[in-house]
């Protein structure tokens, strides 16, 4: 639910880089390729790791161990995904690499943009939409494919090309198979209209009885039950098949675990050193509750130097929300653009008692909010290519309120982003006046850092819930309403003054950045992610649009933001800052008022009047104006690449190089740490 992830105004940032955000110390070739591949709605970047020659050796090395574990858990973000992505990456990868025919032919690039795009989504399903990528070449094509490709390059499992094309072709151009890896339309079964592969043979409602019966509302530590399983009815019996080293995905954990171990060897300090042992401790036996005890030394752990995230941590793609998919990030800390974080989060006690919630949900003590800006060096399993550009973990929401949390934000991600998008024309098209164009140029970087540690340190962290309330009552509503909620706190604080005096911003121009960027993505811009005719259904999408829409609705009778039309062109222009900001401070009153008293009903009102539907003219009108631009909306990166220094047999340090080829590193991958059977 923490996740944060980069939002459309990003793209159409320039780049200008004010104290605070510390992209500036990173490396300014000109040479240096930020973007080195596009293809359908996508496009690939590269991020640099700036500041990794000043860690030690020894944190080089820790660096390199936790990379090699990242890259261990690839398989199983797919296997995840689906049932059968395992099976088509085979196929496809088989058929890239041995196919005998023209390889000039349109037909052929037809093919190789799919299986650019199934690498991207991890799966036969959009990674965003979460809808099945329907290929733009014929079936009859894909068995010329097949049957011109030497057997030796597809696995044994499959049986050869006859079994291949009666098993496979089905599953990628039958569109009723399969058609959505996560549904969340109220009413239906979730389960059985999901493609995950979470669950098998039961129903929603068996799962939901299933765990029901597991959770005690009772206990001060309930277990995250169902985060490391998948739910299958055997024999009539339903029952989970525990993700571990002895069980399901076990040929995947064990080799994650053996880069642990040697991670161990070359642990910063003590805490460190328990932490990764309890993480293995819990990939060994499978049981939450050394998971929890896992995050609780995780989230104490503020002295290292070198972090990470690996694990089954986020349950997006759950549609019931219990199963988490497997995901890591290594990272170390930016010392000087933590300085931030570092004053947002020192003041969070102030925050907290200044927000317009009321007094009886807001947290007496904000306890551990800690915060800082990470430097990325590696990204694996559901992180990897399209990657947050914040975290805020753990997840379970006890230990949050006894422990704290952590909060990230990855500065070098969002200044790729930065950099890769400098001068592509996106802001000209959508913003209303050469002058909030100009203003964005000057505060638009710093203002999107601001909102991010906001949303990240503060915004998720703050409220508590009314007693008896466990926090799971808004339940598909709940992911909405946690982003609306984290959103709203950055930005009812982004323009108080309380910034500009803790040295944050210069001035609260940037704040007004901020408003007009986020009202103008949330009603507008965002809609180019969108499928024409199509519903928005992400989580953090519906979040914008139902906060920004809810604005100008609210906002009408005193014209706070007013839809401006010029030569056909459609615009939303902030005309009164002061008192948008009193309308977001309405709206995060009433949210947490939701969150805390589990007011579904109300939740769901909400959601469903402002943040599903879409205008269909203005979304055909956005989408015009967008597709000139020739704009990919979605950005995912490759990793760099970081290899051993060997002394002897010993790995003595570590050194990094920046690949550039997209399907390279993918194949790469698919050949070094591919440990799974294709069907799990
Ligand atoms: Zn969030």
């Given at each position: 639910m923490r996740k944060l992830l980069i939002s459309v105004?990003?793209?159409?940032?320039?780049?200008v880089l004010l104290s605070g955000?510390?992209?500036?110390?990173?490396q300014k070739e000109?040479?240096?390729?930020?973007?080195?591949d596009q293809f359908a709605d996508l496009r690939i970047m590269r991020y640099q790791i700036p500041e990794?020659?000043?860690?030690?050796p020894q944190e080089r090395v820790l660096v390199y161990y936790l990379s090699e574990a990242a890259k261990c858990g690839r398989d199983i973000i797919w296997d995840q995904n689906y049932k059968y992505n395992l099976t088509v990456r085979n196929v496809l990868e088989g058929i890239y690499k041995g196919?005998?025919?023209?390889?000039?032919s349109e037909d052929w690039n037809k093919f190789v943009v799919y299986l650019k795009r199934v690498w991207f989504s991890n799966g036969?399903?959009?990674?965003?939409?979460t809808d099945k990528i329907m290929p733009n070449f014929s079936e009859e094509y894909f068995a010329e494919l097949v049957k011109s490709?030497?057997?030796?390059?597809?696995?044994?499992?499959?049986?050869?090309s006859d079994e291949i094309l009666k098993n496979v072709s089905p599953i990628i151009?039958?569109?009723?198979?399969?058609?959505?890896?996560?549904?969340?339309?109220?009413?239906?079964d979730l389960v059985a209209t999901?493609?995950?592969?979470?669950?098998?043979?039961?129903?929603q409602a068996e799962a939901e009885a299933f765990y029901s019966k597991m959770m005690?509302?009772?206990?001060?530590?309930p277990i995250s039950y169902g985060l490391n399983s998948k739910l299958v009815k055997k024999d009539g019996v339903v029952k989970e098949k525990v993700w571990k080293e002895d069980g399901m995905y076990g040929s995947a954990i064990q080799h994650i675990v053996y880069w642990l171990q040697k991670a161990v060897g070359v642990a910063e300090n003590e805490t460190q050193r328990k932490t990764i042992e309890a993480l293995i401790d819990y990939y060994k036996s499978g049981d939450l509750k050394t998971f929890d005890e896992y995050n609780i030394l995780w989230v104490g752990?503020?002295?290292?130097?070198v972090d990470f995230v690996n694990g089954f941590?986020?349950?997006?793609?759950d549609p019931l929300g219990y199963k988490a998919s497997w995901e890591s990030v290594v990272d170390f800390k930016n010392v000087e653009a933590t300085r931030r974080a570092e004053i947002i989060s020192k003041n969070a006690q102030w925050f907290e008692d200044h927000s317009p919630v009321d007094s009886q949900f807001k947290k007496k003590e904000v306890k551990g909010v800690s915060a800082k800006v990470i430097t990325v060096a590696q990204l694996g399993g559901d992180c990897y290519p399209s990657t947050p550009i914040g975290i805020n973990l753990p997840n379970a929401d006890w230990i949050r309120k006894e422990h704290g949390s952590k909060s990230v934000t990855m500065d070098n991600i969002t200044y790729a982003y930065d950099q890769a998008a400098q001068g592509n024309g996106f802001m000209d098209e959508f913003a209303w006046s050469k002058e909030e164009v100009e203003m964005n140029n000057k505060y638009g970087y710093l203002a999107s850092c601001l909102h991010t540690d906001l949303h990240e340190c503060l915004g998720h962290g703050s409220g508590q819930l009314a007693p008896?309330?466990?926090?799971?009552?808004?339940?598909?509503?709940g992911s909405t309403l946690e982003e609306a909620r984290a959103d709203l706190f950055a930005l009812y604080y982004i323009m108080d003054p309380k910034m500009v005096e803790l040295g944050l911003?210069?001035?609260l121009d940037g704040g007004k950045v901020e408003y007009s960027s986020y009202i103008r993505n949330g009603l507008m811009?965002?809609?180019?992610r969108v499928e024409l005719g199509k519903d928005i259904e992400e989580a953090h999408m519906r979040n914008r649009q139902l906060i920004a829409a809810w604005c100008y609705d609210n906002g009408k009778s005193d014209n706070v933001i007013e839809k401006k039309v010029r030569d056909g062109k459609t615009y939303f222009v902030v005309n009164d800052f002061g008192k948008l900001r009193e309308l977001f401070g309405t709206l995060l009153k009433e949210i947490q008022r939701i969150k805390s008293t589990g007011d579904y009903e109300a939740g769901k009102a909400l959601v469903e009047k402002y943040?599903?539907?879409?205008?269909y003219d203005l979304h055909k009108e956005v989408l015009d104006r967008y597709n000139k631009?020739?704009?990919?909306p979605y950005g995912g990166f490759v990793n760099p690449s970081i290899e051993p220094v060997l002394q002897g047999d010993s790995v003595v340090d570590a050194k990094v190089t920046y690949p550039d080829d997209y399907a390279k590193q993918m194949l790469e991958y698919s050949d070094k740490y591919s440990f799974l059977p294709l069907i799990n």
């Open positions: 105004f990003m793209i159409g940032l320039y780049g955000c510390d992209a500036n110390k990173q000109d040479s240096f390729k930020w973007q080195i990794f020659d000043s860690l030690s196919y005998k025919g023209d390889r000039n036969i399903h959009h990674h965003y939409s490709t030497p057997e030796e390059n597809f696995s044994k499992e499959l049986g050869g151009f039958d569109p009723k198979i399969a058609p959505k890896r996560v549904n969340q339309v109220a009413g239906e999901s493609a995950c592969n979470y669950y098998e043979g039961v129903s005690n509302p009772n206990d001060p530590a752990d503020l002295i290292s130097r941590i986020e349950n997006y793609g008896g309330v466990k926090g799971d009552e808004l339940k598909n509503y911003m210069p001035s811009a965002q809609l180019t943040a599903v539907k879409v205008d631009l020739h704009l990919a």
